[in-house]
């Protein structure tokens, strides 16, 4: 089993809806990372969380430490938020970054 | 100000040579770490440089191995090339702080064709 986990593997949406992704994690962390990587393959930070939420514009991210469980919403989805969605946890003991496998979204006009 | 750097981008090699990867960090960043993502899969950890020293180290064979420069560079070098190895190769550098790493930013990659 993965330690870092993330549902669903596929997500498609039509333009406009309300999208979440989640990751769960096994291992004890200081920080949750949330990033961002189009076709071609750079990776955009978007959250860094260790408690709590945090609001972007069209972007949520929250987190419960106590459930090892962390969300990424998208208000209002749009096609240029197409991508794929990692969630990658700070590992507390090593300080290494654990990746989950990604969330290809594909938002549709 | 730029963030990470890498080149080349795109590297076809074949079987059996060697090739270097290169990243420069973030201005004021002084940690590097290294990361394999194999198509359709998440980052899988190598390595991470910091003060010119390998100071964590992944499941990776030693054929995998690197360096990193006074001015916070740092090289991946692998050896002995298998057709497994091709991959997109990330760079992420960070800055040491009171409790750890900060700042992650990520390169977008060096994508390596070994045929």
């Known amino acids: 089993k993965n330690e870092v986990e993330q549902s669903p593997q596929n997500l498609t949406a039509q333009e406009g809806e309300f999208i979440t992704i989640n990751c769960s994690y096994s291992?004890?962390?200081?920080?949750l990372h949330w990033l961002q990587q189009h076709p071609g393959g750079g990776i955009v930070s978007l959250f860094m969380?260790?408690?709590g939420k945090k609001k972007h514009g069209r972007l949520i991210a929250t987190i419960n430490i106590q459930e090892k469980h962390s969300s990424l919403h998208i208000t209002a989805s749009h096609p240029r938020d197409s991508a794929v969605y990692i969630c990658a946890a700070r590992s507390y003991n090593t300080d290494k970054l654990i990746f989950g496998t990604g969330t290809r979204l594909q938002v549709f006009p | 100000d730029a963030g990470v750097t890498q080149s080349p981008t795109h590297l076809i090699k074949t079987r059996g040579q060697q090739v270097t990867l290169r990243c420069s960090p973030k201005s004021g960043h002084d940690t590097v770490s290294w990361y394999q993502q194999a198509l359709g899969q998440g980052p899988q950890f190598i390595f991470q440089y910091y003060e010119e020293e390998e100071r964590q180290r992944g499941n990776f064979p030693d054929r995998f191995s690197g360096h990193q420069f006074p001015n916070y560079s740092s090289e991946l070098n692998v050896n002995a090339l298998l057709l497994g190895d091709s991959a997109l190769y990330l760079c992420?550098?960070?800055?040491?702080?009171?409790?750890?790493?900060?700042?992650?930013?990520f390169g977008s990659g060096t994508r390596l064709t070994v045929v």
């Open positions: 291992v004890g962390i200081s920080a």
């Open positions: 969380l260790s408690s």
């Open positions: 992420a550098s960070s800055f040491v702080g009171r409790e750890g790493h900060y700042g992650y930013t």
